[in-house]
Each structure stands twice: as C-alpha cells, then as structure tokens.
C-alpha cells in the first residue's frame, strides 16, 4: 500500500508592533498583570469602535513580499461571529474574501511549498480553566485581546513532517529577518495548526484531521508523525475516505505523544462572515507597496545563495545566514572582501571562538581580522582564536597583542635548521628511534618547540628535522 | 423669571448672558418639571442628582458655549460613572467605564447633564414601548406613543422637561419622534457626528443628532457634538460643520421634490393634508415643487430590515454577562426577534439571497436619490404615516418599526442628513414634516426649515400637562 | 397565514448559534413572526441586481488607520468594574463547556 502524506500548514505570527490591532493599548503582554492592556475597543465594551494599525497592515504586506505573494491593492475587514469567552466582542475582525497577500511560494528542503494567503487579524484574550473552591471555572485575561496576527496558510504541498518542521523553520527565519515578530513558539508569538490526510495508493484520501495544541517545532513533527501512521492504520481498519463533512479535529498529547479527538464536526461552523461596516476598505497605492517591498532586507535564501558564491559550504553558508544579526555583524568583518581564502578564514572565526561570546557589531572591527589573516602562517591557531577575542574585548590591534605575548611563531627556516641541529646532536636515542620508527618523530618536534620557547612553527619544525634525518 | 425649563436654548442662552438668571435657577427649574410630570410621562431612566447637577452649573466657565444648559441624553450614549442600560435589563445596573464622544463635547462644552432618556430596548422599535422599563408617553395626550426609538429625548424636550435633548437614528429613530412630540429632530449626514461610545445598533447607519425645540436651536447644538473623531473610523473629516450665521429671507430658485410614494395607503388623511399645506407655504416663499417618482419604498424597507437586523445580530453578540450586565436571559421579545432574523439572514445558504442582495439594492437607493437630488435640490414629505399611535400598538407587530419609519429608511440607508418640523396639528396630536438633502447639506435643509417655522407658529405650542 | 419557510429545526438552529435560549411556549409565536419577516424581505428578489456592485461603506471613505503608538488603558479596577465575578485580576466565569475551541 502506497501512503502519500499530505500536510497543510496553518501558522499565526504575532506581530511586535507598540500597540494593538484596533486600539492603542500596549500590544505586549507578555507577563503584564491580568486586565491592565485593556480599553473599551479590546475589551468589547458597549459603545467601542475599531480603528486599524497602520503599521500592522504595512507588516502584513511585508510579510506577504517576502513570501513571494500577490498582494491585493484593494482590501477590507470581515467579522467572523462566534461565542466563545475569550472573544470579548462576540465575533473576530478578520480577512475572509480580500486577504492584504496572497498566492505565494517558499523553497523548503527543495520543494516548493505554496502559500494561499497571509492575511491581518486580531488574537483572543487568554482564557485559564482551574477548580476553584471545587467549581470548575474560567478566568479571563484580556490582555491578549486585539493584538495584531498574521495568519499565514499554506497549500497542502508537504510531503513530510519533517518538512513541515523546516518549514516552520523558514517561516519562523524570514518572519524575524524582517523584523516583524519574535515568532517564538514558546512564547506563544508563533502557533501553528497542521492539517494531515493520506493519499493512499495515488487514488484514495483519508479524512482530513488539523491538529492543535502543538507548542514546539519538535511536537509538530512528532504530532504529524503520529498522525500519519494513525491515519495509516485507520484506514486500514475501516477504509473510510475524506468527505465534505468528515473533517476533525484532534488535540496533540506531548505527555503521551499521541493525538485525541477533539470533537466531531457537525458540519463546519457557520461564521456568518460579513464585511466589517465599522472600518472603511482599504486601498494600498502601488507606490506604497514599492516602498514596502524597496525596505526588505535580503533574505535569508537570497543571503545564503550569495554565502555559497564566496564558495563557502552549504552548512558554513546556512549557519552565518540564519540570523539577520548574526550575519550582518559577519559582513562586517568581511568588509566586501570578495577573497574566497578570506571568506573561509572569517567564517572560521564565526563559527568557531566567536560563537561563543554574545557580539556587538559597533565593536567589530574589520581591520583586525584582516591583519590575523595576513600573518596566519606566523601564528599557531590557538594563538588565532585567542587573539581574535582578546583584541575584541579589548580593542587593541591583535597584531600589536600577538607581539607583546610572543605569540609570532618561527618561519625562518634558517633559524629552525640552526634549533633542529642542536636537538638531533643534543639526543641520540631519540635519533635512533626515529630511525626505526619515523612516528616518534613527535618527541624531537617536542624538544625543537620547547628550545624555541613554542615560537617555531610546528609544521615546519616537523619538515627541517625529516630533512635532516634523512 | 419662572418656569425657565420653557425656553428655547437660544433664550436660555440669551439670558443668563444678560443675567436675568443663573444656570443654577435653570437646572433647578427643569428639575422642579421632572419632579412635576415625570411620573406620567416616564421620560427619564435614570435621573442624575440634582445637587450633583446644581454644583456643576454653579461651577461651569460661563464663557462656555452652552454653559449651564440642561441636557437629557438618550441612554444608549455612555457617560462615565453614570448608569447606561439602552433601556434594556441587560444593561440594569452597568455603569459605564468611560464618556462617548459627543457627550464628552456636550460636557466640554459646558452643558449639564441632567439624566439619560428612555428608549426602545436597544434602540429596536419607534414607539418607546419595547424599553425594558415602561413604556414613555407622549406629553401631547399621555394615552398616546412619544415615537422612538428616541422618545424619552422627545417627550422630555417637549414636556420642557430639559432645554436640548440628544438622541440617535439608525432610520426614523430622531426624526419620527420629534414629528409625534411636534418637535425638531435633526439627523445629520452618516459620520458627521461620532458614534464612539453609543451603544451600536446598525453600524452603517447610526447617526447621533439634537433632538430640540426649534431649527435653531438643534443647529447650534449640531455644531457643538459634529466633527471627526478619530476614534470612529466612519467618523467624516470635512471640517466640523459650523452653526449657520446666513439665514435666507426666501426660497426663490429652489426646487423642492415631492415624491408620490410618500402618501401611502396607510397614510392619514390629515397628515396628508398638512403636508400639502406645507408645500404651498413653500411655494408662496418662492420654492418650486416638482413631484418626483422615487424608488418604491418597499425596497428600503426590505433592505433596511436585512441590514440592520444583521448588524444587530452581531453587534449585541458582546452582551454575555461575563464583562459586564446580565446574561443573554435577559433579552426581551423585541431583541430576541430581530438578533434571529439578522443571525438568519447572514447564515451560511442564506448570505447572499438576503444581505449581499439587501446591500446590492441599497446601491439602487443611493443611485436613486444621486437621480432625484439632479432635479430637485432637496426632498420633502411627511416624517410619519400618522400621527402618535396609542399605547400597545406595537404588539403581537413583528416589523413595526420598519413599516413605521417606512419614510425614513430611504434617506438614512443612503446616509443623508433630514429635519423633522411641526407643521400641523390632528386631534390635539402634532404632525411632522421632513426635509431631505443630499450627504452634507445641512446647512441648507436647516436654512429651510428656519424659514418654514420662522412663517408658521405650530413650533411655539406647547402641550398641556 | 403567511407561508412558514422557517420550522422549528431552523428556529432551533438559528437561537443556537444566537446564544439565545427560546422558551418553548414562545416558539411558535416567533416562528410566525420570523416567517412573516422573512416573506416581506423577500421583495428584494423582484429587483434586479446583476451588474450592481454591493454598498458597504455610505460616505465612500477608505484608508482610515491610526498611528502604531502606545494610548493610555483602562486600569485593572475599571476594566472589572462591572465584572459579576473576578479573581485575583482576572474575570471569572462558569467553565466553558468546549474548553478548546
């Protein structure tokens, strides 16, 4: 039995704006006392009116750029009306028939995944469910309540959880890169519901399930997983096929890593959709979309593309490229040098002793890394990788500090043969060792470093003595 | 002076700028009628207290444009710390959490809040008689309907009860009341006046306005509560409309339109009469009348049930209990009817046949009057089919509301501004008569009305309580 | 008798998704009331509407925003002044019955 998986990614962004969606309370709630973001408009109160965020819209657009969408110039607001405790006003304004973006397309693990829309609404408050006093109740918390969301859908185009995974991956990479949100699933600024069925034998399709209640990247793969063999032997068992009304809904268990059903769908609810008569259509120039699109940074693809023609490798390339911050402060040692040796030598650094400090770009100086490249073949790579954080913590010319400690190793042949031949007529035995055995050579390099206080270069202190024993 | 609760704002203005009397004596007079008549009439939900007013008017900058003016708000207009119920037992006992924003200029302004007026429930009816607390009755013969939604602002103003009154229309819910009190109701263009802090009813076409005793006096307070808000997205940006100083001496050159659709069957014969009446008096002041064939009104009615109950459906979705009020047990048979029809008419297999047609219609409505307003330069009718109904007419009438204001539904789903004047008398009962024009033409249907009234005395009688 | 194109399954349906709770001796009566409604907006079909765009918006404004910048709120005591029941800052209410939406 051949079972194809087909994966639909549903993902919420919270955007990081100052203040919310329809009002200007604080948009950060993060840990704020309960109640004390609200106002008339995001608490629902008798009389309030919605006024939009310019600066959400504009990010929604942005977003929608830099994942390869049509971006609808002419667009307005719907309510989407349902009950529900969390909801203060009875119904959500949302996008329904004219999304700020639609119909893009990102690269993921090599396959194009096609994203249907990328549309503007405003998030819930936050509900609890605890016993108090033996009752079981809810408590409302509604700061939460109206801060701006972008809701990003993909087509079902994934073939695989684990391609699900990079691909939350991606979005959650571009929607940092631009500056738009923290995506933070931990945190709660980036949600994401995945909807999987099966084609089975390239004719049959399972039913379709979305799975919520997913709060990590690992949870998604590990929830899709567990799905897909569910799905599997579901049908199996009983056959059933996807319907226009057998769609549900199941909760991921990550205690027990497993998925339940939530509850049967009677029929999709009705949302009685209509367009919001509060707030008044919108109407983007294309002037201003040029001017939305014109302050995208380059992406991450685009970076990692242009990494990989200083003939960095695929991994060094998507390791420097993954941050916006991080790669920004690259460039700036790398200062437009288009040396590949150089590329890979600042790269090095990179990844390697500088990873582990927390960097600052105004203390980045390129100059440094350019006079240790310089003089590399005088220098032990310890002596590197000390010198490179010493003269960033420090700001002093590495060149001047690997003076002051000595660090400068011995190339000078002459001076290493004059060393070599004092150590070879200073020990016989170890002469006759090599003799028999040419690994011990290790012993004489030892000698030979140890009478140049360390300053000889080791490479070609091990040359000279193979010479000269020969 | 005795009796000052029976002066125009203009006189009351006038007076206690030459200080033939002080605010204080002002409020305390119309406190003094309240105490008088209230019980018959049932004007008022809440009443704010007299010392607390007292000690306002004592204290009002008298540079002020209504400086110690006494006001009655309709009570779906918040006012923070006041009780604000939309006369209905959701909202029995909510005080609310801030200041809508035409009472805030109201306040700004100098005026004094007295108390908040009764309603229909929410503002579903035109008949007051759907308020959760009482039916209001009309001063003119209290066995008789003030009109509504706004009647308590009506009643209290005609009963001098307040010296200006505010109220809202969502279609008929200003005018028609002020037509069954022999009054003056203003409704101006969609979005002149900002609908922050009013409780909703129809969103697309809710508009707060003056609800007073002359032409007058309703411009002046029009040009203290209009301006944009930013608050209010729908809320319009031409420049706050300013109190007419230019009054014209005739109506020569002006054509006055006068649709046939506007006596229909179920129309009385003298509210016909006196509309007749008040056209030849348009005549004689120089204005041309051309009868017009309007869109059928049916149509408005249609559209304006579909639209308004949908609206409703959604925006009274917030009343649950848990923030504020009581719960949804609490809603009566008024509301309950028209929240099913609108949760009806948007539900899925029906949205399109019902509200997307409803708003394709409402195009017709606008396109019409865009048609009418090329022939002639404003509209004129009677306000209502009749004159005030008597207590329990409304009930058991599943749309009566709508087929009331079935004269008004037009002008309002095309946003337009209209004026409700007295121009006759039937049985001891006032007639109205209303005058329409095109979005933003205030200034001259009230330059209009001014003329008629400044020609005719129905505006100077009184009712005898 | 007007026709009756709403039954009780509709009525039902429509109070559910309302969050209202008829009381059953007053179902028949608004079945009526919602049918005779229901026939009278029904005239809107006699009008044709093919090539007539939908008015939303009655004074024609569009690109209304505000500025993303920080407004004073509510204090908690205001935001739960009307609160029936609170606890501890939050609004408290009878657990919902579909915890997860």
Same mark, same amino acid.
């Given at each position: ?42 608490? *629902?109160?008798?009389?309030? @009116? ?13 977003? *929608? ?113 631009? *500056? ?36 990590? @990247? ?57 367009? !919001? ?5 919108? !109407? ?27 003939? +960095? ?6 390791? &420097? ?12 040692? +790398? ?42 073949? !005088? ?9 490179? &954080? ?8 590495? &060149? ?38 040419? +690994?011990?050579?290790?012993? &004489? ?19 000279? +003595?193979?010479? @000269?024993?020969? | ?21 002080? #605010? ?18 049932? $004007? ?113 103003? #005609? ?44 969103? $697309? ?27 209010? #997205? ?38 016909? /009469? ?5 056209? /030849? ?52 048979? /008024? ?62 009438? #599943? ?42 033409? /205030? ?23 | ?101």
């Amino acid at each position: 039995m051949k079972v194809t998986p087909i994966i639909g990614l549903e993902v919420h962004v919270e955007l990081k704006t100052k203040s919310k969606m329809f009002c200007g309370c604080d948009a950060s709630h993060f840990h704020a006392q309960p109640n004390t973001h609200t106002c008339p408009v995001c608490l *629902g109160l008798p009389g309030a @009116l919605p006024v939009p965020n310019k600066t959400a819209c504009d990010w929604d657009i942005k977003l *929608g750029l830099a994942l390869g969408c049509s971006i609808n110039r002419n667009s307005f607001f719907e309510r989407k009306n349902y009950f529900y405790p969390d909801l203060p006003k009875g119904y959500q304004i949302t996008q329904l028939q004219k999304p700020f973006a639609i119909n893009g397309k990102i690269k993921v693990d090599g396959y194009d995944i096609r994203i249907n829309r990328a549309h503007m609404e405003e998030d819930t408050g936050k509900s609890v469910h605890m016993t108090l006093d033996g009752k079981d109740v809810t408590l409302l918390d509604y700061n939460r309540s109206g801060v701006p969301l972008v809701e990003i859908v993909s087509e079902p185009d994934i073939p695989s959880a684990q391609v699900a995974k990079s691909y939350l991956n991606k979005i959650q990479q571009i929607v940092r890169y631009i *500056g738009i949100s923290d995506a933070d699933i931990e945190k709660g600024s980036m949600r994401c519901e995945p909807t999987v069925n099966l084609c089975i034998d390239d004719k049959y399709f399972t039913p379709l399930v979305e799975i919520k209640n997913v709060a990590s @990247l690992t949870g998604v793969l590990n929830a899709i997983e567990f799905e897909i063999k569910r799905q599997t032997q579901e049908y199996i068992d009983s056959n059933i096929v996807k319907s226009d009304t057998n769609k549900t809904t199941r909760g991921w268990d990550a205690d027990k890593s497993l998925t339940f059903l939530q509850r049967e769908k009677e029929g999709s609810a009705d949302y009685r959709y209509f367009p !919001e008569p509060d707030i008044p259509p919108i !109407e983007y120039s294309d002037d201003e979309i040029e001017a939305i699109r014109a302050s995208l940074p380059e992406l991450p693809d685009q970076k990692i593309a242009r990494y990989k023609s200083y003939n +960095l490798s695929d991994y060094d390339a998507n390791l &420097l490229a993954d941050d916006a911050v991080f790669s920004a402060i690259f460039e700036k040692a +790398l200062n437009n040098s288009t040396d590949f040796e150089f590329a890979k030598f600042v790269t090095n650094l990179f990844i390697g002793p500088l990873k582990t400090i927390s960097l600052e770009i105004e203390k980045i100086n390129p100059i440094f890394f350019k006079n240790i490249f310089e003089h590399k073949k !005088e220098l032990s790579s310890t002596a590197i990788k000390q010198l490179i &954080l010493d003269s960033y913590e420090t700001g002093i010319d590495p &060149l001047e500090i690997a003076k002051s400690k000595n660090l400068f190793q011995v190339s000078d042949t002459g001076k290493i043969e004059e060393i070599a031949k004092k150590i070879i007529a200073d020990n016989p035995k170890a002469v006759a060792d090599y003799q028999k055995n040419p +690994l011990s050579i290790g012993f &004489l390099i030892g000698q030979l470093m140890r009478a140049s206080a360390g300053s000889a270069n080791p490479q070609l202190a091990k040359e000279i +003595l193979e010479k @000269l024993l020969k | 002076m005795p009796n000052l609760n029976k002066l125009t704002l203009k006189e009351a203005l006038l007076g206690i700028k030459e200080k033939k009397f002080t #605010a204080p004596e002002l409020v305390s007079d119309c406190y003094d009628r309240i105490a008088a008549v209230d019980h018959q009439l049932n $004007s008022f939900v809440t009443i704010v207290d007299k010392e607390t007013a007292l000690k306002q008017a004592q204290k009002v900058d008298p540079s002020l444009p209504l400086a110690g003016i006494p006001v009655a708000i309709k009570d779906n207009f918040l006012i923070e710390g006041l009780r604000t119920t939309a006369s209905s037992k959701v909202l029995d006992s909510y005080i609310a959490q801030y200041t809508s924003t035409v009472v805030q200029k109201l306040i700004s302004a100098g005026a004094i809040v007295i108390g908040k007026t009764n309603m229909d429930a929410w503002a579903h009816g035109s008949s007051t008689e759907t308020s959760d607390f009482g039916p209001t009755k009309n001063p003119w013969n209290t066995n008789h309907l003030p009109g509504g939604s706004s009647g308590g602002s009506a009643a209290a103003v #005609a009963a001098d009860e307040c010296i200006i009154s505010i109220g809202s229309e969502t279609a008929g819910s200003i005018r028609q009341p002020s037509a069954w009190c022999g009054i003056v109701g203003l409704k101006p263009t969609y979005g002149r006046c900002s609908r922050y802090g009013v409780i909703s009813m129809a969103s $697309s076409t809710d508009s707060p306005g003056p609800i007073c005793k002359t032409v007058d006096d309703s411009a002046f307070v029009l040009s203290i509560i209009a301006g944009h808000d930013p608050n209010d #997205a729908t809320s319009i940006d031409q420049n706050s409309w300013l109190y007419p100083s230019q009054s014209i001496s005739d109506l020569k050159g002006l054509r006055l339109g006068l649709p046939k659709a506007y006596f229909p069957s179920e129309i009385k014969t003298e509210v016909k /009469e006196a509309t007749l009446r008040a056209a /030849e008096t348009f005549k004689k002041l120089g204005a041309e009348i051309i009868e017009l064939d309007v869109l059928d009104p049916q149509y408005a009615i249609a559209v304006y049930t579909v639209l308004q109950r949908s609206e409703v459906s959604s925006n009274l979705a917030r009343f649950t209990g848990v923030r504020y009020g009581n719960d949804r047990s609490f809603f009566a048979k /008024e509301a309950i009817r028209r929240i099913m029809l609108g949760t009806y008419s948007l539900s899925s297999g029906y949205y399109d046949a019902y509200y997307l047609k409803a708003q394709k219609v409402r195009t017709l409505i606008v396109d019409d009057f865009n048609n009418q307003f090329k022939k002639v330069d404003a509209i004129i009718g009677p306000t209502s089919p009749t004159t005030a109904l008597p207590l329990g007419a409304t009930q058991g009438q #599943a749309m009566f509301g709508e087929l009331e204001d079935m004269l008004m539904e037009p002008s309002s789903l095309a946003g337009l501004p209209g004026i409700s004047i007295p121009c006759g008398f039937a049985n001891g009962l006032p007639i109205g008569l209303q005058i329409t024009g095109p979005q933003l033409s /205030e200034d001259k249907i009230v330059n209009i009305a001014r003329l008629f009234e400044s020609n005719t005395d129905y505006h100077l009688q009184r009712p005898q309580l | 008798m007007p026709d009756t194109k709403i039954n009780r399954d509709d009525l039902l349906h429509i109070a559910k998704l309302s969050r209202l709770t008829i009381p059953s001796e007053e179902e028949n009566e608004l079945i009526d009331q919602l049918s005779q409604t229901v026939s009278y907006i029904d005239v809107l079909t006699k009008l044709d509407t093919q090539n007539v765009a939908p008015t939303f918006q009655v004074n024609h404004k569009k690109n209304v925003f505000r500025s993303d910048e920080i407004k004073p709120s509510l204090t908690q005591q205001q935001a739960l002044s009307n609160a029936k029941d609170a606890y501890q800052g939050y609004f408290k209410t009878e657990a919902t019955i579909n915890k997860n939406k």
